[in-house]
């Protein structure tokens, strides 16, 4: 008890302070007799006067003395090391923000939310927050209460969420989960208005800077990485209701902290099986995110890693069942890694039910292109062809295949194209700042090659697909439709489930399937399965951060890239019967006659 009686306390702290707070100089706080009652020192500023109305503080450096009342309590070393105050009577200017966060750890003083406090400390724009570091005193003089503003996503245009940094928020609207990549390490998601998110270049009416404002990041006041107890595990898709927090600032954006646990809707739930698809053959293309047979490599980095990830990659094909999957992102060690799929997957399902191709110019990458098929429903035409063309840093696996029993021919044409990664500084494959990331002249010339090896081999019934690398409208896409492919995502899936990827919280189709003319007749439906691109990382096989609980032998988060699957409708018959084309089934010659 400090020198007041506690009657002199309880009328000290039921005095409401003024709404104009008198400036009191540094000195006159700084002066204060230590033996008097602290809370007998009166503010020196308003924390809207701290915030002000720009971006950064007009009193930066300056000590002041501010009153208001505690919304969160984040002191923990492991936390934030410090608590969020706000003014509980606003003053009249919009712009400037009610609530300020003081750097103070419990050995400063330990605070409680609803405690009214003055806090005295330094102005400081830490890394863009505007915040008190260091505090030299924190008084406790009562209690008091602040309710949360509601605020409404998105962010009002040329407008941004400064005015209300730092203050107690809740969000009277539904919003959508558009990225966990940073849920298991940081408890970080973001959250987005108006439904999830999508790239710009992947379909058109996408608008980045209206992506930015609908998004709200949602962190979990922890500096801890990989978290023994996280937020909820959710999927992309899912709704989260009623959200309030604490709006704070760190490495480049607003972050609010909940101050009450947010509840979520399943509304993405996991599909057992792809949409199912029509036709007498199934062909899928699925990115196997580095299934390598290697240890330590791109892949797992131990048997048990292996074991997990073979358990989920054979899970997600069996759900597949195709009767031909193309396969990116597998080791190039000949057939050893692409044979040991098989083998487990055979295991499974039983002995002899998919075989594997041999490439026959798999490339120098660590990594090659993999095509297996069903031999009991399909048959090859030929031998195996690609590419020694030096635009392929992974050569096109080239197969041609009948029915069994005969029919009309369809081609596959495999791919992996050049990444959007290991960016060059300057040069036509530098980032031209366009949306397309780098090698994107690359890419396009990898897209005229395989235009030029449908056209040059007559290749019939052609169908391109795997990991373009490109989303939807994007110049490699571009280039293939207007040398007359057809996407049969864009024709069959609708829009809102077209998506195969998930990069910085957007969605869109990495992972393409592109059809000739003649065999377009053919396709009668097409698939997404959203296996992945919608799970946390968390779930996959890894082992050295993921809580253990997590993982199951399931196809869920089997990589990182959805498979998508196709049905074509192809008429039997025998040599000379194709009814759509050339003989044998095959392309009618001619501008786009493929």
Same mark, same amino acid.
């Given at each position: ?54 971006? *950064? ?37 919009? *712009? ?93 998601? +973001? ?79 996991? +599909? ?30 131990n048997a048990a890693e292996q074991e997990r990830q073979l358990a989920k990659l054979v899970a997600a094909l069996k759900g597949l069942d195709a009767d031909a999957v193309a396969l990116m992102e597998v080791e190039n060690n000949g057939q050893t890694a692409l044979q040991a799929l098989v083998d487990a997957v055979n295991a499974q399902i039983g002995a002899g039910t998919y075989a594997a191709l041999a490439h026959p110019h798999p490339g120098t990458d660590a990594i090659q292109v993999g095509l297996i098929y069903k031999p009991a429903k399909l048959t090859p035409v030929g031998a195996a062809q690609a590419s020694d063309d030096p635009v392929f840093s992974r050569p096109p696996l080239i197969q041609t295949f009948r029915r069994k029993g005969g029919g009309q021919p369809f081609t596959m044409l495999v791919n992996h194209l050049k990444s959007k990664g290991s960016c060059p500084s300057e040069g036509p494959d530098a980032d031209q700042g366009d949306g397309q990331s780098c090698w994107n002249a690359t890419r396009v010339a990898q897209a005229q090659a395989l235009l030029g090896l449908i056209e040059d081999r007559d290749l019939p019934n052609p169908i391109v697909l ?129």
């Open positions: 008890m400090h020198a007041l009686s506690r009657a002199s306390l309880a009328a000290l702290v039921a005095v409401v302070i003024p709404v104009a707070v008198p400036a009191a100089s540094a000195a006159a706080v700084n002066t204060a007799d230590p033996v008097s009652e602290p809370c007998a020192t009166p503010a020196s500023h308003r924390i809207a006067q701290v915030q002000g109305a720009g971006d *950064a503080s007009p009193l930066a450096g300056q000590t002041v003395r501010v009153e208001g009342v505690v919304t969160a309590d984040f002191q923990r070393t492991d936390q934030l090391s410090g608590f969020f105050i706000q003014d509980p009577r606003p003053d009249a200017d919009p *712009a400037t923000s009610e609530g300020l966060f003081a750097y103070a750890r419990e050995s400063v003083k330990d605070v409680k939310a609803g405690d009214r406090v003055l806090v005295t400390g330094t102005v400081t724009e830490f890394n863009g927050w505007t915040e008190l570091s260091p505090v030299t005193a924190v008084d406790v003089c009562g209690k008091g209460k602040v309710a949360a503003l509601p605020y409404r996503l998105p962010v009002a245009s040329g407008k941004s969420l400064e005015p209300v940094e730092n203050m107690l928020l809740t969000f009277p609207q539904p919003l959508t989960v558009s990225e966990h990549y940073n849920l298991g390490r940081y408890g970080e998601v +973001t959250l987005s208005s108006q439904g999830r998110l999508f790239q710009p270049t992947d379909r058109r009416g996408v608008d980045a800077g209206l992506n930015e404002r609908r998004s709200l990041l949602v962190d979990d006041a922890s500096t801890r990485e990989n978290p023994a107890t996280l937020p909820p595990v959710v999927r992309t898709g899912d709704v989260a209701l009623g959200v309030t927090g604490v709006l704070g600032y760190g490495f480049g954006s607003y972050r609010l902290q909940p101050t009450k646990p947010i509840a979520y809707a399943n509304a993405n739930p996991r +599909t057992p099986k792809p949409f199912p698809v029509i036709g007498n053959v199934k062909v899928a293309s699925f990115n196997t995110l580095n299934w390598f047979t290697t240890l330590g490599s791109r892949g797992a980095n795997g990991d373009l690398n490109a989303y939807g409208e994007e110049d490699p896409i571009g280039t293939l439709e207007a040398g007359g492919l057809t996407s049969v995502t864009k024709r069959f899936v609708p829009a809102a489930q077209r998506y195969s990827y998930l990069f910085d919280g957007l969605a869109g189709e990495l992972d393409h399937a592109l059809v000739g003319r003649q065999l377009l007749k053919r396709v009668t439906s097409a698939a997404i399965w959203h296996i992945n691109a919608d799970e946390p990382r968390i779930r996959d096989y890894n082992t050295e951060f993921n809580p253990p609980d997590l993982y199951r032998p399931d196809a869920y988060r089997s990589s990182d890239h959805d498979p998508l699957v196709i049905g074509l409708t192809l008429p039997g018959g025998g040599p000379g019967g194709g009814p759509d084309g050339g003989p044998d089934g095959g392309p009618g010659r001619g501008p786009g006659g493929r």
